[in-house]
């Protein structure tokens, strides 16, 4: 057996690809991305001429040909930088991608993973105003017409809505079935009745945008639903749990970015005569800092490798998520203990780590809903 953290020859060039990326290009945009609460647009094209868009798209549809690790070690990368710009790519890669990748039928793959991989960002659309842990509560409809299913509703949270084309939305076709009743849809941003609404002004991650959707009377054709009719549930489910590993890689690179930054200002900073990483209870803050964010990391890694070997990996992935945004919190807030004033200031890069961190406990499934997963697995 190799060691989590031993990567193939492919995942350590992608990895290394995402780091040089994210401190050349990305880095240099952080501070105004976030003070404009909003994507440069030139990065969004940046990405996919990286191929970070599309990692475990295959070569025929245009996409990396690699793997759903490979996709885990480049969105830990980006994230050491900018969260906003990891998420980014996250939502991409292991809930979009994936969802067309798992479910989509041949003609489905065939028209939009080109786009995906390519030039197209993608959306998930499954929260509501009255439906966010309890997801299979949501009241966003869709009739059959003709060719068409008419969808009536509004989508709330919605990551990456402003960049988005592509938008991948549930509606319920038969309320009274209850969850049973959910079927995913292929929707396109120019279709008639869709619009992307309010932005909401975030605490973290403020580059990302989260948008509401709003489906008033948007046709969608027969053709565009992906997986079974009826079986949505199945689609979010699975795509959810492998989202998961996603946002706790980029919890892992959150908390290595504000370790990597006070591992530098501690051994510059001086107080009473020598710098403070010279002190006994500062150093004992770091390592502990490093031992955390290292089982975060071994825990998400494992997570991804048993996904990709085809293992069950749900307990894994909850835990993944759970304990790495645990970790990204109180590192990042300790981090800004170690800055001590300057951590607190804008002019320095802490505070904005501990800003995009709170969000990893609340996205994809809130950290009570991580626990209900691990316990219900437990005890089963």
């Not at 940046?46 to 990692?55: A, N, P, S, T």
């Not at 053709?223 to 989202?243: Q, R, S």
């Not at 209900?372 to 697995?377: P, Q, V």
Request: charge should be negative; include cysteine; charged fraction near 25%.
């Amino acid at each position: 057996m190799s060691p989590l953290s031993n990567l193939t020859e492919d995942e350590k060039m992608l990895q290394d690809a995402a780091r040089d990326f994210a401190e050349s290009v990305i880095r240099p945009k952080v501070r105004e991305m976030d003070e404009k609460a909003k994507l440069d647009p030139d990065l969004v094209q940046q990405f996919f001429e990286m191929g970070l868009m599309g990692v475990e798209i295959p070569e025929a549809y245009g996409g990396g040909g690699g793997s759903f690790f490979m996709s885990i070690v480049a969105i830990e990368q980006i994230s050491r930088v900018d969260a906003s710009a990891g998420v980014f790519m996250d939502v991409q890669n292991t809930l979009v991608n994936n969802a067309f990748l798992n479910f989509g039928s041949e003609r489905i793959k065939e028209r939009y993973l080109p786009q995906l991989a390519t030039e197209k960002v993608g959306a998930y659309c499954l929260s509501e105003a009255g439906s966010g842990s309890d997801a299979f509560a949501l009241k966003t409809t869709a009739t059959e017409e003709g060719d068409y299913y008419v969808l009536n509703g509004s989508k709330m949270w919605i990551t990456n809505a402003n960049e988005a084309d592509i938008f991948l939305v549930f509606a319920n076709i038969n309320p009274d079935a209850g969850y049973k009743g959910i079927t995913a849809f292929v929707v396109e941003r120019d279709f008639e009745g869709f619009s992307v609404s309010k932005k909401e002004n975030k605490l973290g991650i403020r580059a990302s945008s989260t948008c509401e959707i709003l489906l008033e009377d948007c046709k969608v054709p027969k053709e565009n639903i992906l997986g079974e009719v009826g079986k949505g549930y199945k689609v979010a489910m699975e795509t959810l749990n492998e989202g998961r590993i996603g946002i706790g890689a980029q919890m892992v690179g959150v908390a290595q970015g504000a370790l990597d930054a006070t591992l530098e200002y501690t051994q510059e900073r001086e107080q009473f005569g020598q710098t403070i990483s010279d002190f006994q209870g500062v150093r004992f803050q770091l390592a502990k800092m490093a031992t955390d964010i290292e089982t975060a990391r071994l825990l998400v890694y494992n997570a991804a490798r048993l996904k990709e070997n085809g293992k069950d990996f749900l307990k894994e992935a909850a835990m993944a998520k759970y304990h790495s945004s645990e970790v990204a919190e109180n590192v990042t807030s300790q981090a800004i203990d170690l800055f001590g004033g300057y951590g607190y200031v804008k002019e320095y890069p802490v505070e904005k780590y501990y800003r995009d961190a709170k969000i990893g406990k609340i996205y994809e499934g809130t950290s009570n809903m991580q626990l209900n997963t691990i316990s219900k697995l437990l005890l089963k």
